[in-house]
């Protein structure tokens, strides 16, 4: 999301490899606080050694993160699909079903989480 935001918000050509296609998600750090939360208040009820996959609530294409964020900034940025594959290429799908069943885990949209950390971020891009 960094290298998004950074790059558009400047007004830069961003250059996603795969052509965009590759799926992400990540977690809203204000989602990973209420979590903590949660677990602290139900951690009685928890197996020991418990294990949970935590994530945002779905992935996106870097693509549509990109385009996203490109409306959000209003920014006249270039966004270059290219067929380089990234360091880092593949899908990240997260079943997080467990986690919201319970720890009564309710983290943001990706799009929410986007708004969020942009409007986090705006007096530094």
Same mark, same amino acid.
């Given at each position: 999301?960094?290298?998004?935001?950074?790059?558009?918000?400047?007004?830069?050509?961003?250059?996603?490899?795969? /052509?965009?296609?590759?799926?992400?998600?990540? @977690?809203?750090? !204000?989602?990973?606080?209420?979590?903590?939360? =949660? +677990?602290?208040?139900?951690?009685?009820?928890?197996?020991?050694?418990?294990?949970?996959?935590?994530?945002?609530?779905?992935?996106?294409?870097?693509?549509?993160?990109?385009?996203?964020?490109?409306? /959000?900034?209003?920014?006249?940025?270039?966004? @270059?699909?290219? !067929?380089?594959?990234?360091?880092?290429?593949? =899908? +990240?799908?997260?079943?997080?079903?467990?986690?919201?069943?319970?720890?009564?885990?309710?983290?943001?949209t990706?799009?929410?989480?986007?708004t969020?950390?942009?409007?986090?971020?705006?007096?530094?891009?």
């Amino acid at each position: 999301i960094n290298t998004i935001t950074s790059a558009i918000g400047r007004n830069q050509s961003l250059e996603l490899f795969s /052509q965009g296609d590759v799926y992400k998600t990540f @977690l809203n750090a !204000d989602d990973a606080v209420k979590l903590l939360g =949660n +677990i602290i208040d139900k951690y009685t009820d928890l197996e020991s050694f418990e294990i949970f996959q935590i994530a945002g609530e779905k992935s996106l294409r870097a693509i549509d993160i990109a385009q996203f964020v490109k409306k /959000q900034l209003k920014s006249s940025s270039s966004i @270059l699909l290219s !067929d380089k594959k990234s360091r880092y290429d593949w =899908n +990240i799908f997260v079943d997080i079903n467990k986690a919201k069943r319970k720890l009564d885990f309710q983290p943001m949209t990706m799009e929410e989480s986007i708004t969020n950390y942009l409007n986090q971020k705006k007096n530094e891009i």
